[in-house]
């Protein structure tokens, strides 16, 4: 089974704070993974993508890895109002197929 | 920027009817895909779509399914016979050499 795993929240953070959002994973043979942002009704644009174990940074984004633990986080630091959306894990198995999380809804206080 | 289209932005049609929602991917990209989102659910892989055929589709995408590049420049999901249940976002994207799979801001269904 292809399962990815996040907590729905809703998570609420204050503007300015660091929030982080979690993803686990079922299938240990994944290739890629991907963190996708989703404003109400919008399409799904994506922020990062990571491949290798440990973290990578963005601005103000940084998404870490953990293969043995299957495991994807996504840190916001400074996080504003606009941060505001669902965060969507995604992670590729093959070339061609893409498995979604059900998001976590953030939302940032001003 | 290059961006993927769909029309139409909204359709409404009646239990039973064929649907076909097109889609326009980023001109120089080779790999497609069809996904929908119920409300308030989570984005479901439906299909994807390399060299003409489809190379990957999930068990969401059963028989009532098809999928066609009609020409260099389209790419079309036809719902045979739609079903209430087959209300839904439903999103194209597309992928070219990079990893980055390119939503398009997607079709509304609703299925009466």
């Known amino acids: 089974q292809k399962e990815v795993e996040q907590n729905s929240g809703p998570l609420s953070v204050p503007e300015g704070a660091i929030a982080s959002l979690n993803c686990t994973y079922s299938d240990r043979g994944s290739q890629s993974f991907f963190w996708y942002r989703q404003y109400s009704g919008k399409s799904p644009e994506l922020i990062m993508s990571?491949?290798?174990?440990g973290d990578k940074e963005d601005g103000r984004f940084t998404a870490q890895l953990n293969k043995a633990s299957q495991y994807v986080s996504l840190l916001i630091r400074d996080s504003q109002p606009s941060d505001s959306a669902t965060y969507l894990c995604?992670?590729?198995?093959?070339?061609?197929?893409?498995?979604f999380g059900a998001g976590t809804r953030l939302t940032v206080k001003p | 920027e290059p961006e993927v289209t769909q029309t139409p932005s909204h359709q409404v049609t009646q239990m039973g009817q064929e649907v076909i929602l097109r889609c326009v991917p980023i001109?120089?990209?080779?790999?497609f895909y069809w996904y929908r989102q119920i409300l308030g659910q989570k984005v479901e892989f439906l299909v994807s779509f390399y060299n003409n055929e489809i190379s990957e589709k999930s068990e969401i995408f059963d028989d009532q399914f098809s999928v066609e590049r009609p020409d260099g420049s389209n790419f079309t999901l036809k719902i045979r016979s739609t079903k209430l249940e087959d209300s839904a976002m439903y999103f194209c994207?597309?992928?070219?050499?990079?990893?980055?799979?390119?939503f398009g801001p997607g079709t509304r269904l609703t299925v009466l």
């Open positions: 990571i491949y290798s174990n």
């Open positions: 995604a992670v590729r198995y093959n070339n061609n197929d893409m498995r």
């Open positions: 994207a597309s992928k070219g050499p990079t990893d980055t799979q390119y």
């Open positions: 001109s120089n990209h080779l790999y």
